[in-house]
Each structure stands twice: as structure tokens, then as C-alpha cells.
């Protein structure tokens, strides 16, 4: 790409010469809905086949001792999920018989597996605008009960009675606009569509609605327990917009086999969500809305992004296989050239990926690029192609926009000059007026429905476990293998400061022995988030006798791994999600390894964990996944992964809680030592159940 050029590239067969032309030309720049006038900006055409320099998010993290070693592990990982979706379709009868599994899949990471139930909407109007060639109507609806969507439909203010309009479900992006909500600030679309012919629902987010939520949880918010309950905003976007189709097929006017959907940023994003999900949208133009894994992670893109861009990667797909779900519906993918958080590298390879995949279906035609000069942003060129690619597919009329720069959002990012004054379209006038059963506030704590796990009959233990053994390999764990492979020694440190391992490629931990035994019978290993260089707790000396031979553990992130960890953005945990797992699942995976090390080491003697606290947590899974693990002493482990300082594994309280997995160690020895006891109640049912009431040791 030329230095300081943009580039417009109309690569599908219906973008005709006199669009070609219109390329050159000085008008207005639009983002978040604020127009300027200020800059003339030359676009020129070119080809996305020569390859782009890779454009990262800031430098990388290298003030503590892990940051090199982890942030190389996860782009190696990155790059392996991306290669290894490449090309992997060659026949579209192969990419349908894959389909079913990858809408499962799909929803499964939304936090949408399986499907809620669609209850009534009851969706209310109230308020209305009349702008003499068209119509505001303010509404509400409910996309799950007491899950409250603010939206404004814009319609034609004369509509034939006979007569079918498209649909069109406009999504917005991360703008501000407090208690009037960020559909405001997109309101000059709705105007288009409206005097265009079209039905145009504009719907607020989740976090920057009328009743607000939170995108940020893990971006900024702390709330890591979103991963154990599989919640990611990114879902509540994709229902709330799979019910405002719903809303737009119940409108009279509304023709429901010509539904669209488009939006910027977080709108683009949600466009990607909502098309995937629903074969109902027949057009979708998503503005700034995708980059991929290479370019999230080890360009650290994922940083400029809060939690609603992304879903939780537990099937570990190739980011692109998401609006690859999209084909061969007709399909417009919108960038700008200078969008720091959807750069041009990650542009080239989404488009490309998607091409390869229409042309599998005879249909290139239908999917089509456009890369407009600039930053994160609306300009001219976006708002006439998005209108124009409508227009060609729902109204068979490919020719020239010429009106879209009429009633934009004019004025500065700080004093927005609007068409509608924001206030005039809220659809809660007053505070008072919020309903009092509204969810939007917690609906992170409820939107994924926890497991409910029964304790089961004796007979039917082993099946139980198995099941449930089988579900946590499948959503928290999808990277680890049948086996974890032993770890490796790779360098002696002295005595006292112990081995350096490497428990998976690319990934070192310390191992210290702290005492040996000549007539050694077992193992010991003791789990310690406070590093091996603060040796063993003294608590330990009541579970452990002269014949062991122990050894501290410290795992990955800990110690002298430890990596830079900065609130926001949270790069290293956030990153790990995008890759089908957490950091914790991670140090389970140390521990487990480090057993494995340890027992070939010692001519395959039983290994005993000790953990405290959270330290514990991983231990009970390192047994569960692990091979070398025979029996454990834990002493307060958290009760729950709903808290947010607790170990958190993806999905995991979609499968069973911290008390469940415990008994699922049955029949291994187990001394658990904790103060309330209560929760853990379960678990000793667990054990009774599994014919080893007696291996379980509860103690104060």
C-alpha cells in the first residue's frame, strides 16, 4: 500500500464505473454521528493483494520477567488457530454438513446454547415524532423479560396500505449520549432510510441505552466470573437484535423477506453477531467490525475494544469463520484506512478468507470490500455505498446515492449539532419513567443459565461423571488433549531455587524441592500462587510425613512469570479468551504436567496436592485432567466460580461448580479443611454417591 494513500476497494462485479468515478471528491467526515466539513480527502483504487504491514495497538508489555514469555505464547497459539481454519473448506456440500455443528458452536460462545425461549415482547410505543415526510415512533421492547430494548423506528409518513417496506435493523456503535441513549447519535440514518423508502429500528446497547448496563466487565470492571458463567455482552447485542427482527417482522408494513442490518464499531460488530445468528437478514453491511486473531492478539488490538466485540473462543475457530456463518448472503465489509483498532492487515486477510468462501457457492458477486480514507469514522463514501448496497438487493436499484449527506449530526464531538434534539427521542422521558423490573442492570448474572447439578443415584455415578467430565473438556477446556503431555526439564538452577520446566511449548515454571526422603513413597506438590521462593506454608506439616519427598509449585503468571498486568485493558487475560481458554486454565494445566514430571521422575510414585485458597481450585482440576494425581489435601477453597477472585475456566459454571468438581475426584483420597462447610455438603454426597463416602475428609 502506498504511504499516506487511501484506498477504496469495490471488489464484487456490481460496482460499476460511474461508482468508480465518484471516488474523488470533498465532503464531509461523520463519526459517531458528528459531521465536519473541514477536510478534502483524495481516494484512489488498488488491489488488497499485496500484503500490508502488520498495524499493532502500542508497544508491548515488558516491565516484568513473564511478559516476553506469555505474550509469545499467545501469539504462537493465535497463529495456530488462524492457520489451521485456512482454506478448510472445499466444496460448499462440506461447508454444509459443517454448518449445524458451527451454529451450535456459536451460540455456544455467545452464551446462547441453547436457545432462550422467545417470550412475548411486549413492545410499547411510547411516544411519537411527526418530521412531515416521515415518522419517529419511540418504543420499547423486551427481549427477555425485564431485559429492556430503547429503540426508535423510523418510517415513511404515508405508507400504501398494500404495500411491503423493507426492513432495515440499524445497530449503534460506542457513542454517548447518557439517559437519551446512543441511538441518538445515529439518528441521520434512520432519516435516510426512512424518506428512503424503508423501516428503520434503531436500537440502543446494552451499556449505553437508556437503562445502562456494562460492556467493560472484564475490560475494566474486574468481573472475571463473565468467563466461568460463559456471559459476554456480545451475546444480550446478538438476542437483542435476533428480537428486533422479530419486532420489525410483526410490523404490518414490514416486508419480512427483505430484513437488513448494519451499524459502526460496536455496530459493526453487532452486525456480524446478528447476521450470523439469523438467516432472516438477507443484507448486512458492517461498518469498522472485524479484525482477526492475528491481529487482536499479537498486534494487541484486542486492547482499543471492550467486552461486546467478542465472544468467548471455547471451539477455537478462526476469528473470520463468524461472518463466514453470513454466506452467500450478500454481504458489504466496510473498513477505513487509517482505523488503528480495525487495521488494513486484518482487513485484507477477513476480506480474502470471505471471498474464497462465496466463490464455493458461485456467488463472489455477492460479498464486497470497501475501504474508505481515514480513521474510525463515517465519511461520505461509507454512508453512500451501505445505502447504495440496500438498495441495489432490496430494491433492484444499483444507481448513485446522491442525497446521504443530508440531516447528519453536525457540530464537534463535545457540542453535537443534531437533527432531532437527542431528548425529543427518548423513549423513557424521566428517570421515572425506567421500569422497576428492569434486568439490564444485572443481566450479566443472569443472562446464561448456571447448571443445575443433581446428585445422582449410586448406579448411575460413573455415567454421571463421565458426562460432566466430558462437558468441561468440551467448553472449558477445548485445548487440552486426551493426555497432558509430562513437562520437560529445561535448565538446573541451584538447590535451592530449584528447575526450570517447560510444561507446554513456550511455556517455563519453577519446580523447588524442599525435602527430600531417601525411603520416599510418595509425592508431594504444593500449589503456590506466592512463588516457590516463600517455600511451603507451615500449615502443611499436619498432611504430609517424613516419607514424602516435596516439591513447590508455582505456576504460570506467578513468581518469576509473573506478567504486567494493567486495569484496562487487561491484555494477557482478555487475549487468553480469544483463544478458547484463561489463564487458569493455563496453571491447571502446569500443575497437571508438573505431576506428570514428577512421577516419571520418581519411578512412577503416587503424587499428593496441596493447594490453599484458589490454589486449591486448580489442584482439584489438575487431578480431574491430569493423569499422576492420586490424592489431595485442600485447605478454604473458594465455594464458587461465581466470585469474581476466584480461579475462572471458561463456561465452567455451565457444567458444574467448585463443590461438583471436587466430587468428582471420587474415589481419590481427599482431606478438604474448610471453615463453612456447608457448600461442601454436596461434595460429601457426591462421594456417598460414588461408593466412597469414606475417602472424603472434612475438617475445620
Same mark, same amino acid.
Given at each position: 500500500?502506498m504511504s499516506?494513500? *487511501? ?9 460499476n ?5 465518484r471516488a ?14 473541514s ?6 483504487? #488498488?488491489?488488497?493483494g499485496?500484503?500490508l #504491514?502488520?498495524q ?8 516484568e ?7 509469545n505464547?499467545?501469539?504462537?497459539e493465535?497463529?495456530k488457530?488462524e492457520?489451521g481454519?485456512?482454506d478448510?473448506?472445499k466444496s460448499?456440500? =462440506?461447508?454444509?454438513?459443517a454448518?449445524?455443528r458451527f451454529?451450535?458452536e ?10 432462550p425461549?422467545?417470550?412475548p415482547l411486549?413492545? +410499547? ?6 418530521r412531515g ?8 421492547y ?8 430503547? #429503540? ?16 432495515i ?5 460506542h ?6 441513549g446512543?441511538?441518538t447519535a445515529y @439518528? ?5 432510510f426512512?424518506r428512503?423508502?424503508y423501516?428503520c429500528?434503531?436500537v ?6 437508556e437503562i445502562?448496563?456494562i460492556?467493560? *466487565? ?11 458463567? *460463559?456471559?459476554t ?6 438476542w437483542n437484535?435476533?428480537?428486533? %427482527?422479530?419486532?420489525l417482522?410483526?410490523r404490518?408494513?414490514?416486508?419480512p423477506a427483505?430484513?437488513g442490518v ?6 459493526g460488530?453487532?452486525?456480524?453477531w446478528? =447476521?450470523?445468528?439469523?438467516?432472516? &437478514? ?6 469498522s ?5 492475528r ?5 494487541r ?11 468467548? !473462543? ?11 456463518l ?7 465489509f466496510?473498513?477505513?484506512?487509517l482505523d ?6 486484518a !482487513? ?14 458461485? =456467488? ?7 475501504v474508505s480514507?481515514?480513521g474510525h469514522?463515517?465519511?461520505?463514501d461509507?454512508?453512500q455505498a ?9 430494491k ?5 446515492v446522491?442525497? /446521504? ?8 464531538r463535545?457540542q453535537p &449539532? $443534531? ?8 423513549v ?5 419513567d ?5 434486568r439490564?442492570?444485572?443481566?450479566d448474572q ?9 446428585v ?7 455415567a ?5 467430565l466430558? @462437558? ?15 513437562? +520437560?526439564?529445561?535448565?538446573?538452577e ?9 510444561t507446554?511449548p *513456550?511455556?517455563?515454571?519453577r519446580?523447588?524441592p524442599i525435602?527430600?526422603?531417601?525411603t520416599?513413597t510418595r509425592?508431594?506438590?504444593v ?5 516457590v521462593?516463600s517455600?511451603?506454608?507451615g500449615?502443611i506439616?499436619?498432611f504430609?510425613?517424613? $516419607?514424602?519427598?516435596?516439591?513447590v509449585?508455582e505456576?504460570r503468571?506467578f513468581?518469576?512469570t ?7 485493558? !487487561?491484555?494477557v487475560?482478555?487475549?487468553?479468551y480469544l483463544l478458547g ?6 496453571r491447571?494445566?502446569?500443575?497437571a504436567a508438573?505431576? /506428570? ?9 503416587p ?6 485458597k484458589?490454589?486449591?481450585? %486448580?489442584a482439584?482440576?489438575a487431578?480431574l485432567l491430569g493423569?499422576?494425581?492420586a490424592s489431595?489435601?485442600l ?17 465452567v459454571l455451565?457444567?458444574c461448580d467448585?463443590p461438583? #468438581?471436587?466430587?468428582?475426584?471420587t ?5 478438604l &479443611? ?6 461442601? @455438603?454436596? +461434595?460429601?454426597a ?8 469414606d475417602?472424603l475428609?472434612?475438617?475445620?
Open positions: 500500500m499516506g494513500v *487511501g484506498v477504496v476497494v469495490l471488489s464484487g462485479l456490481r460496482w464505473l460511474p461508482l468508480m468515478k474523488f471528491f470533498s465532503g464531509p467526515l461523520e463519526w459517531s454521528g458528528v459531521a465536519h466539513k477536510c478534502t480527502w483524495l481516494l484512489v483504487f #488498488a488491489s488488497l499485496s500484503p #504491514a502488520a499493532s495497538l502500542g508497544q508491548a508489555d515488558r516491565g520477567p513473564g511478559d516476553a514469555m506469555i505474550h505464547y499467545l501469539r504462537t493465535a497463529e488457530l492457520d481454519g485456512a478448510a473448506f460448499v456440500d =462440506a461447508w454444509k454438513q454448518l449445524p451454529r451450535q456459536y451460540f455456544e460462545m455467545l452464551g446462547l446454547w441453547p436457545l425461549t422467545k417470550s411486549n413492545a +410499547t410505543v411510547t411516544g411519537s415524532l411527526d415526510d416521515y415518522v419517529v415512533e419511540l418504543l420499547h423486551q427481549s427477555r423479560p425485564g431485559l429492556y430494548v430503547t #429503540a426508535n423506528l423510523y418510517r415513511p409518513a404515508m405508507i400504501e396500505p398494500s404495500r411491503r417496506l423493507p426492513g435493523l440499524y445497530v449503534c456503535g457513542s454517548s449520549r447518557p439517559r437519551s446512543n441511538k @439518528q441521520s440514518h434512520g432519516i435516510w426512512a428512503h423508502g423501516v429500528l434503531m440502543d446497547t446494552l451499556q449505553l441505552g445502562a448496563g460492556h467493560h *466487565g472484564t475490560y475494566r470492571e474486574g468481573r472475571w466470573s463473565w468467563l466461568s458463567r *460463559g456471559y455482552p456480545a451475546g444480550v447485542e446478538c437484535g435476533i428480537r428486533g %427482527l422479530d419486532y417482522m410483526s404490518p408494513e414490514v416486508d427483505r430484513l448494519t451499524g459502526i464499531s460496536g455496530g460488530a453487532a452486525t456480524f446478528i =447476521a450470523a445468528a439469523d438467516e432472516r &437478514v438477507k443484507v448486512s453491511v458492517p461498518v467490525g472485524m479484525a482477526d486473531l491481529s487482536y492478539i499479537p498486534n488490538v484486542i486492547n482499543g475494544h471492550c467486552d461486546c466485540m467478542f465472544l468467548y !473462543n471455547a471451539h477455537q475457530w478462526p476469528w473470520t469463520r463468524i461472518a463466514e453470513i454466506a452467500p448472503r450478500p454481504l458489504l466496510v473498513n477505513s484506512d488503528s483498532i480495525f487495521p488494513m492487515d !482487513n485484507e486477510r477477513v476480506i480474502n478468507r470471505l471471498e474464497r468462501l462465496y466463490s464455493l457457492f458461485g =456467488a463472489g458477486d455477492l460479498v464486497d470490500s470497501l480514507v481515514g469514522e463515517y465519511r461520505r461509507i454512508r451501505t445505502y447504495r448496497f440496500f438498495n441495489t438487493y432490496f433492484n436499484d444499483p444507481s448513485q446522491l442525497d /446521504s449527506e443530508v440531516d447528519l449530526v453536525t457540530g464537534t463535545d &449539532v $443534531h437533527p432531532i434534539p437527542p431528548e425529543q427521542l427518548r423513557f422521558p424521566r428517570d421515572s425506567i421500569p422497576k423490573d428492569e439490564n442492570t444485572r443481566i443472569e443472562f446464561v443459565p448456571a447448571a443445575q447439578v443433581d445422582p443415584g449410586v448406579e448411575k455415578f460413573g454421571w461423571r463421565e458426562e460432566l466430558t @462437558q468441561l473438556r468440551r467448553l472449558s477446556f477445548p485445548h487440552f488433549p486426551k493426555r497432558i503431555p509430562a513437562a +520437560t526439564a529445561t535448565k538446573e541451584g538447590r535451592l531455587n530449584g528447575v526450570l520446566i517447560e507446554e *513456550g511455556i517455563t515454571v519446580l523447588r525435602r527430600p526422603s531417601v520416599a509425592i508431594v506438590i500449589v503456590s500462587a506466592a512463588g521462593d517455600g511451603a506454608p500449615w506439616d499436619d504430609v510425613n517424613e $516419607h514424602d519427598v516435596i516439591y509449585c505456576p503468571g513468581g518469576s509473573t506478567w504486567t498486568r494493567k486495569n484496562p485493558p !487487561n491484555y487475560e482478555r487475549a487468553h481458554r484463561t489463564v487458569d486454565s493455563g491447571v494445566w502446569d500443575v508438573t505431576g /506428570s514430571y514428577l512421577t516419571a521422575r520418581h519411578g512412577n510414585l503424587v499428593h496436592l496441596i493447594g490453599e484458589n490454589d486449591a481450585v %486448580l482439584v482440576y487431578a493423569d499422576a494425581i489431595l489435601t485447605r478454604e477453597p473458594p465455594s464458587t466460580h461465581a466470585n469474581d477472585s476466584a480461579p475462572q475456566l471458561l463456561n455451565r457444567v467448585i461438583e #468438581a471436587v466430587g468428582m475426584l474415589p481419590r483420597p481427599v482431606t &479443611v474448610v471453615g463453612d462447610q456447608a457448600p461442601f @455438603q454436596k +461434595t460429601a457426591l462421594y456417598r454417591a460414588g461408593g466412597a463416602g475417602q475428609i472434612l475438617r475445620r
